[in-house]
């Protein structure tokens, strides 16, 4: 179970993002505890970041009024801080918080197109203070929680401003691959991380990033997002009710 839910996790975020959705839950059932879930999770996504970068980097440029030193700095920061309060959160509180968080990643990510669809028309850029601080809480969440995070960065931009989606996508690759690197090795350091069961999780997922990356070149974004969705919905559902 959790291979096929890595792999499928590894594939849907390469295609459209939710890769949590499939993940978190999978290991919940195996007997791992949320907190510890979530962590192993995360690191078994980890590549899947670093190879989106990559894939971006040409596009990959600070905002207008901020440094590049700056976005770095704040993804480290906020990720190191989203990853601090989940290690001090206890299991039972983070079971009672995560259908919450489902529930708002899902909504966000179906909500996603309608929240963007103006991410390509001009406006004017917020000052610099509120970008960092806007950025800054979305690495928070991203460090405690990582799931609809993408399409979190994305609307966060689009409300401050910014414009080209390409470029966004560039950077919002790389806040998120700062962000849970930091998250990553911090939980490490805490001992949250379920060792076998992320670094198999990790290969099936970079595995699933490309078999599904390439098989879904064939099918509508609309499908995927619909699956994507679905499950979301059917694991918030299942984790509200327990």
């Known amino acids: 179970m959790l291979v096929a839910a890595a792999f499928l996790?590894?594939?849907?975020?390469?295609?459209?993002?939710?890769?949590?959705?499939?993940?978190?839950?999978?290991?919940?059932?195996?007997?791992?505890p949320?907190?510890?879930?979530?962590?192993s999770g995360t690191m078994a996504l980890l590549p899947g970041y670093m190879a989106s970068t990559w894939g971006f980097r040409e596009d990959l440029k600070a905002p207008e009024q901020l440094s590049m030193a700056a976005v770095l700095a704040t993804s480290l920061i906020g990720g190191s801080l989203g990853a601090g309060l989940l290690l001090i959160t206890p299991d039972a509180v983070f079971s009672d918080i995560v259908p919450?968080?489902?529930?708002?990643?899902?909504?966000?990510?179906?909500?996603?197109?309608r929240l963007l669809r103006n991410l390509n028309t001009s406006g004017g850029e917020s000052r610099p203070g509120v970008q960092i601080t806007a950025l800054l809480a979305v690495?928070?969440?991203?460090?405690?929680?990582?799931?609809?995070?993408?399409?979190?960065?994305?609307?966060?931009?689009?409300?401050?401003?910014?414009?080209?989606?390409?470029?966004?996508?560039?950077?919002?690759?790389?806040?998120?691959?700062v962000l849970t690197a930091i998250a990553v090795a911090l939980y490490a350091i805490g001992g949250a991380i379920i060792w076998i069961k992320a670094l198999v999780m990790m290969i099936s997922a970079v595995a699933g990033g490309y078999v599904v990356a390439r098989v879904a070149r064939k099918l509508p974004e609309a499908t995927i997002r619909a699956v994507v969705i679905v499950t979301g919905a059917i694991m918030t559902a299942v984790f509200f009710l327990n």
């Open 34 to 39: 949320p907190v510890a879930a979530n962590a």
């Open 9 to 32: 996790g590894g594939g849907i975020n390469a295609v459209a993002g939710g890769g949590s959705f499939f993940t978190f839950p999978a290991l919940v059932w195996a007997g791992v």
């Open 100 to 113: 919450w968080l489902l529930l708002a990643a899902t909504l966000l990510f179906a909500l996603g197109p």
């Open 139 to 177: 690495c928070i969440y991203g460090g405690y929680f990582n799931g609809g995070l993408g399409i979190v960065l994305l609307a966060t931009f689009g409300l401050l401003g910014h414009t080209g989606l390409n470029r966004m996508q560039g950077l919002k690759n790389l806040i998120s691959a």
